[in-house]
């Protein structure tokens, strides 16, 4: 994959988080500058070049957001969602409505409404996380217990400190030895 759009000889980025939108969308978060970067692999079958000149949506590279600098861990949980644990341990919700890279680069335009909003709270030592469908997270502590969440809600309107909007086992350990 390429970091960024291949014109005028610029410098590669160090991407900090990458994170899957599926249907071959992949988010990275850009470590100098928190800058929210958008790419689609249009082939999804290994034929892109390999110097990420083609197989790349038009808009792959483009910038659709900014101030992703506290994002401490990204995991997509398709459809466009991206759950985000920022470095206080707060859980954050965002859904990108285009899911086509042409969201504001400022991220003003092409995110739903209770994006950014706080859907959870003291993920402060959550090392690790996955999502599975249907809003499953997959959360792994530091001491390396496993933990499962599962997000009803979907849409961001979630209590702060969630207490609404998830599962009645969201939180239950289910797995240890994950470290």
């Given at each position: ?68 600098e ?26 990108d ?17 209770n ?65």
């Amino acid at each position: 994959m390429r970091a960024q759009k291949n014109r005028g000889g610029r410098s590669e980025m160090s991407l900090a988080h990458l994170a899957s939108g599926g249907n071959g969308i992949i988010y990275g978060v850009v470590a100098q500058d928190g800058r929210l970067l958008f790419y689609r692999d249009e082939h999804q079958d290994g034929t892109n070049a390999p110097n990420g000149s083609t197989g790349w949506s038009a808009n792959s590279g483009n910038q659709i957001g900014q101030h992703w600098e506290g994002a401490r861990l990204l995991a997509g949980g398709g459809d466009g969602i991206l759950y985000v644990v920022h470095q206080d341990g707060r859980l954050l919700f965002y859904r990108d409505e285009h899911q086509d890279g042409t969201n504001a680069p400022n991220g003003s335009t092409g995110w739903s409404t209770n994006s950014g909003n706080q859907i959870g709270q003291h993920w402060e030592q959550i090392k690790q996380i996955i999502c599975g469908p249907k809003g499953v997270i997959y959360a792994v502590h530091q001491d390396g217990r496993l933990f499962y969440y599962r997000d009803e809600s979907r849409d961001g309107s979630n209590a702060p400190d969630g207490s609404t909007g998830w599962d009645t086992n969201s939180g239950k350990q289910i797995g240890q030895g994950w470290a």
